[in-house]
C-alpha cells in the first residue's frame, strides 16, 4: 500500500502553501480535501494583507509582518510554477477608524488631502488612515497554489472527508476518510473551522460566517486603494471588480446568504463611495472562517507523536499562508522555528 512522508488534512491556502513548501523541502505530500480544494473560507475571503498594529493582535503582530514581507517572493513563486495572475496589489489601504483609534495612532494620518488621495469617496465624517498594505485576490492565489502543488509533485484526493487520524503505538501513522485510508509519517491538521471534527484530538475551531458581495465597477480604475470603514469594506480588483464585506456571524455551518445582510452592504458601500450605485452586482456569497476562542491560530504539534496542527487563522488565513507554511515545515522537520509560537500552541487548549 502507497505511504506518504506527509499527509496534509485540508486544501485550503494553509494546507496548499504548506504541501507546497514540504514538498519542495523533498517530502512527498498527500493532501486530502472534504470537498474541492480552496473552495472554502479561502474562496470566500476579500485578500486584504492588513498587518498593521491597528487591526492585529499584538500576539500575532510579528508572524502578520513577516508574512506581509514574504508575499511578493511567495506569488512571484506561485504564479512562475502555474502560469496564473495572482492580482497582487501594492496601492495600499485608506481607512476610517472609530475615534478611539485614530487618536491613538495619530502617525497614519494621510499624507495629502483625502479629495486627492480618493476623489471617489464621499466626503467623510472622520479622519482616514493611509496604510501601506497590499492586497490579493484570494480565488486567484488558491487556484495558483492548487497549479503549482500540482506541479511539484504534490498528491491530491478530494471529496474524501477525513474522520481520524489513525495511530500505531500512540504515533500518528495516516489517516481514515469515508472512503479509504491512507498511510503517512506524519499528519498535519490544516482543516479550518472543521479541524475540530477529526479524532483523536479535539481542537477548539468554529465556524464564523461572513457574507460577502461582487460589484462590476463602472470603470476599471474608479478605486486605486482598499478602503474600509467601520461599517463596511472595499477592496478593487485590477479587472474593475470590487469585494464589498463583511459580516461577522456565529451561525455554525450555515453558508447562506439573507437579502436584507447583502443588501446593507451595498448601501454602506454605496454611501462610501457613491458612484457604486451605477455598479452591477456579480454575485453574493458566504464563508466560514475558523475562529479559535482566543482569536489565534493553532500552530504546531500536538500531544501525539507524528501530528500537528496549522488551523484557527480566523480572519487572518490568506496573509498567514507564507509565513505558516515556511514556520510548520520547520516544526515539522525538527527544527527550531524562526519564530515563537509558544502563544499558537495547541496545547493551550484542552485536547
Known amino acids: 500500500m502507497k505511504s506518504w512522508d506527509v499527509v496534509v488534512i485540508g486544501g485550503g491556502i494553509i494546507g496548499l502553501s504548506l504541501a507546497l513548501e514540504l514538498r519542495k523541502k523533498g517530502a512527498s505530500v498527500l493532501v486530502v480535501?472534504?470537498?474541492?480544494?480552496?473552495?472554502?473560507?479561502?474562496?470566500?475571503?476579500g485578500g486584504m494583507l492588513a498587518d498593521s498594529i491597528i487591526e492585529t493582535?499584538?500576539?500575532?503582530?510579528?508572524?502578520?509582518?513577516a508574512s506581509a514581507r514574504m508575499y511578493p517572493e511567495f506569488v512571484h513563486e506561485l504564479q512562475d510554477a502555474s502560469g496564473v495572475f495572482v492580482d497582487l496589489r501594492d496601492q495600499g489601504a485608506i481607512v476610517f477608524p472609530l475615534p478611539e483609534h485614530a487618536q491613538e495612532h495619530p502617525a497614519f494620518t494621510l499624507p495629502v488631502p483625502l479629495a486627492e488621495f480618493e476623489p471617489v469617496i464621499a466626503e467623510p465624517i472622520r479622519a482616514a488612515f493611509y496604510l501601506p498594505e497590499r492586497s490579493v485576490d484570494p480565488r486567484a492565489l488558491t487556484a495558483a497554489a492548487l497549479a503549482a502543488a500540482k506541479h511539484h509533485g504534490v498528491d491530491f484526493s478530494s471529496g474524501d472527508t477525513v474522520i481520524s487520524?489513525?495511530?500505531?503505538?500512540?504515533?500518528?501513522?495516516?489517516?481514515?476518510?469515508?472512503?479509504?485510508?491512507f498511510l503517512a509519517a506524519k499528519v498535519v491538521n490544516c482543516a479550518g473551522a472543521w479541524s475540530g471534527q477529526i479524532a483523536p484530538h479535539t481542537f477548539p475551531t468554529r465556524p464564523v460566517k461572513g457574507q460577502m458581495l461582487c460589484l462590476l465597477s463602472p470603470t476599471r480604475e474608479l478605486l486605486k486603494h482598499v478602503i474600509?470603514?467601520?461599517?463596511v469594506y472595499l477592496i478593487p480588483r485590477s479587472d474593475g471588480r470590487i469585494i464589498v464585506g463583511t459580516t461577522v456571524e456565529e451561525a455554525g455551518f450555515d453558508k447562506r446568504t439573507d437579502i436584507a445582510t447583502v443588501q446593507r452592504l451595498h448601501r454602506a458601500a454605496v454611501a462610501l463611495v457613491p458612484e457604486l450605485g451605477n455598479a452591477k452586482i456579480l454575485e453574493d456569497w458566504a464563508g466560514l472562517r475558523p475562529g479559535t476562542p482566543d482569536s489565534l491560530p493553532i500552530l504546531g504539534a500536538t500531544t501525539t507523536p507524528g501530528y500537528y496542527v496549522a488551523t484557527g487563522h480566523f480572519r487572518d488565513g490568506i496573509l498567514l499562508a507564507?509565513?505558516?507554511a515556511h514556520l510548520m515545515t520547520q516544526v515539522i522537520e525538527g527544527k527550531r522555528p524562526d519564530h515563537d509560537l509558544a502563544a499558537?500552541?495547541?496545547?493551550?487548549?484542552?485536547?
Not at 33 to 45: F, K, L, N
Not at 171 to 180: E, L, S, Y
Not at 344 to 351: E, H, V, Y
Open 57 to 65: 493582535p499584538a500576539a500575532l503582530q510579528p508572524l502578520a509582518s
Open 322 to 324: 507564507p509565513i505558516t
Open 344 to 351: 499558537f500552541s495547541p496545547g493551550r487548549f484542552p485536547q
Open 33 to 45: 480535501e472534504r470537498g474541492e480544494p480552496g473552495r472554502e473560507a479561502s474562496y470566500a475571503a
Open 165 to 181: 487520524v489513525d495511530l500505531s503505538d500512540e504515533r500518528a501513522t495516516g489517516v481514515t476518510t469515508n472512503k479509504t485510508s
Open 228 to 231: 474600509r470603514s467601520p461599517d
